[in-house]
């Protein structure tokens, strides 16, 4: 979305612009707390993929963010992301009184260059905001060779089918992003995709939708993306400072897309998302389709247990224990009822929980279902798991 700045950063913002080359280094962790709501970790899946966090959407002062591209890459070192894309507006620039280049590789070169002076691990990936007005919405191309290849629209009301051709042209992986916040459609539609919308599609130019974007989620973007066969992605479209944006000292963690591949690097991450092996995170809950959330879910939930001596007033009884390696709680609701909690729980994130059922008299063929209710297949649906 095209924002004001926040009032919030203005502090930072005066401090990284007037000092863009200052000798600060990002704050290594060196520590954890248990509450740490922003460290974005799931374990590696069964098969032996890793889960990144890939924040899809971020903006600089190289168009209307308000921070400088180090900023950025410090955000992601915090925010623990394995990777995030740099995507400035092509067009829109109104701090170009200011920012006196048309060079539009710029931020992130100077992303990559702080990456390296810092020996980050976060990976910084080129790309673009094409911007335009209704019917056709703002689209990102990530992993572009050079950005200054694409024509830029002042007007921002051009047919952008060329411009993402060209994308194409270059490797991109191209998403369609907050198509429930342009200006003319109504969020509630249960419908989103307009008719050059589709025309795009059937020419193969996008890969993926936004169902979630900073502090908004759009059920109706969900199915879209469930629909069209569309990569579900979910990103910060962070502008100001992402703590601000994203409400982090409030127990929050940036919205963005949890992508399944097999390795770090960039190929990796573009393969796994042309594939579609991504889920969004927002607001401690995960979207995405079956496949992927079983895999990430299943990974992080494990049930381990043990028989319990007899009592007079129970049998068979075993104890088991739920534990979550993610960091985000997961909210159960139990096809069983246990002998001491309720069916719902929560499965608390980097913990467990341990409860005891009666009346189990094999343990090795002792079976838990569950559904996950931070977990959604589509708007209206819960992901399901059976623990054993
Ligand atoms: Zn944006
Ligand atoms: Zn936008």
């Known amino acids: 979305m095209l924002k004001a700045s926040l009032a919030a950063t203005a502090a930072i913002f005066a401090l990284l612009v007037g000092q863009p080359g200052a000798a600060q280094t990002a704050p290594e962790r060196t520590w954890t707390r248990a509450d740490d709501t922003r460290r974005i970790d799931f374990p590696v899946t069964a098969k032996g993929e890793q889960v990144l966090a890939v924040d899809t959407h971020t903006h600089t002062i190289f168009s209307?963010?308000?921070?400088?591209?180090?900023?950025?890459?410090?955000?992601?070192?915090?925010?623990?992301?394995?990777?995030?894309?740099?995507t400035d507006h092509l067009e829109a620039h109104p701090y170009s009184p200011d920012i006196v280049t048309d060079d539009h590789n710029r931020p992130y070169a100077i992303a990559v260059k702080e990456a390296a002076r810092i020996s980050s691990k976060v990976l910084p990936i080129p790309g673009v905001e094409i911007t335009r007005g209704m019917p056709w919405g703002h689209f990102n191309a990530l992993f572009l060779k050079d950005v200054n290849a694409l024509a830029v629209d002042p007007t921002m009301s051009k047919d952008p089918t060329e411009v993402l051709k060209a994308a194409r042209g270059q490797g991109a992986v191209i998403i369609w992003n907050h198509p429930w916040a342009l200006?003319?459609?109504?969020?509630?539609?249960?419908?989103?995709?307009?008719?050059?919308?589709?025309?795009?599609?059937k020419a193969g130019l996008f890969d993926a939708v936004e169902i979630a974007n900073s502090a908004q989620y759009s059920a109706a973007a969900f199915d879209m993306a469930l629909k069209y066969?569309?990569?579900?992605?979910?990103?910060?479209?962070?502008?100001?400072?992402?703590?601000?944006?994203?409400?982090?000292?409030?127990?929050?963690?940036?919205?963005?897309?949890?992508?399944?591949?097999?390795?770090?690097s960039a190929e990796a991450i573009r393969a796994a998302m042309l594939q579609k092996r991504t889920a969004a995170l927002y607001r401690q809950a995960l979207y995405g389709r079956e496949q992927e959330l079983s895999q990430i879910v299943g990974a992080a939930l494990r049930m381990t247990g043990k028989a319990r001596a007899q009592s007079f007033l129970t049998k068979d009884m075993v104890q088991v224990e739920l534990h979550n390696d993610a960091f985000m709680p997961l909210q159960l609701r139990l096809s069983a009822s246990p002998l001491t909690n309720s069916r719902m729980l929560t499965v608390p994130a980097h913990g467990k929980v341990v409860i005891q059922f009666a009346n189990v008299p094999d343990m090795a063929a002792f079976t838990l279902e569950a559904e996950v209710l931070n977990a959604f297949v589509d708007p209206q649906r819960n992901l399901k798991v059976m623990l054993r």
């Not at 963010?65 to 992601?76: D, I, K, N, T």
């Open 229 to 264: 066969g569309l990569a579900v992605v979910g990103a910060s479209d962070v502008h100001g400072a992402v703590d601000a944006d994203m409400q982090i000292p409030e127990g929050q963690h940036r919205t963005t897309t949890l992508v399944l591949a097999k390795d770090g």
């Open 183 to 201: 200006p003319g459609l109504d969020p509630a539609m249960a419908e989103l995709m307009p008719a050059e919308q589709r025309g795009l599609l």
């Open 64 to 86: 209307d963010g308000v921070v400088w591209p180090s900023f950025r890459l410090w955000e992601a070192e915090q925010d623990h992301l394995a990777a995030y894309a740099v």
